[in-house]
């Protein structure tokens, strides 16, 4: 009697709270809500459907029907998920990571991700990964060489040289410019 719903531009705790509440204002019970992928107790009907698309869409969000941007969607969240909500902690290799959250194959994945967004999976993680060492650098309580362990970069010279080659700054420099210019996630 459940039904789940996939919703975009989820990105964040708080977007999860915005959500979650949205669906309890329409009378719905949420069973579980996570970044992009919310159950909910009961089945819903077309017109409520239309409604809740409304409401999330006045917040920012889209209820999203298509198999294939739902899809998208997933591999987004769950990058997002691994480097910004786990610190790349573990050593976890991207491929298996995305073939296990998403229970497919990693190399239909990867083709359906290049096709529809216009750059490879692996290039979406690494620029979700300079954007959490921008993050990290702005809020300046980790240094270069701590931030590249904690983001399991093999060396602090080579998080630089990959830094450099995205934002077209050394990490140095960016934080001597001492303002946030981090992008929002959703917009990676």
Known sequence: ????????NMVCDRCKMAVDKTLRDKGLHPLSVELGVVKVAEMISADMRKELRGELEKIGFELMDDKRRRTIEQIKNAVIQLVHYRDN????????????????????LSKLFSEAIGMTVERYYILQRIERVKELLWYDELSLTQIALQ???????????????????????????????LKELDKI
């Open 1 to 8: 009697m459940e039904t789940t719903l996939y919703i975009k």
């Open 89 to 108: 902690a573990s050593t976890v290799n991207l491929s298996d990571y995305l073939a296990t959250q998403l229970h497919s194959d990693y190399s239909a």
């Open 151 to 181: 983001m399991n970069y093999s060396s602090t010279a080579y998080l630089s040289n990959q830094f450099k080659s995205i934002t077209g700054m050394t990490p140095s420099q960016f934080k001597a410019l001492g303002k946030n210019t």
